[in-house]
């Protein structure tokens, strides 16, 4: 799909869609097409920081670790909320052992 000729604002509402879609898809354990909802989300708006924390809740729950951890860190330079971000981070690296 051309981006170029997309709104900035129907962007964000088409990357919010796919992460909706993305929840309900981890919501029913179905990990891959979840990623694949929230890659849709990413393509259409990479600045969102809670779609890189819900793609690695999804790496995290299929025992990705360190490409759970790259997106929280990537979520992170995107300044996700610390309230969000730390569960996450400290889950995963207890999980780690690090």
Do not use: W
Request: proline letters at 3%; glycine letters at 10%; one cysteine or more.
């Amino acid at each position: 799909m051309n981006f170029e000729n997309i709104s900035e604002e129907v962007r964000v509402m088409i990357g919010l869609t796919y992460n909706d879609i993305g929840k309900a898809l981890y919501k029913g354990a179905s990990f891959d097409q979840a990623i694949t909802g929230f890659n849709e989300a990413i393509n259409f708006d990479g600045l969102n920081p809670g779609f890189f924390l819900n793609r690695g809740d999804c790496y995290r729950a299929k025992g990705l670790l360190e490409t759970a951890l790259a997106d929280y860190h990537h979520a992170m330079e995107l300044e996700a909320p610390e309230k969000d971000l730390n569960p996450r981070l400290g889950l995963l690296h207890h999980t780690l052992g690090t």
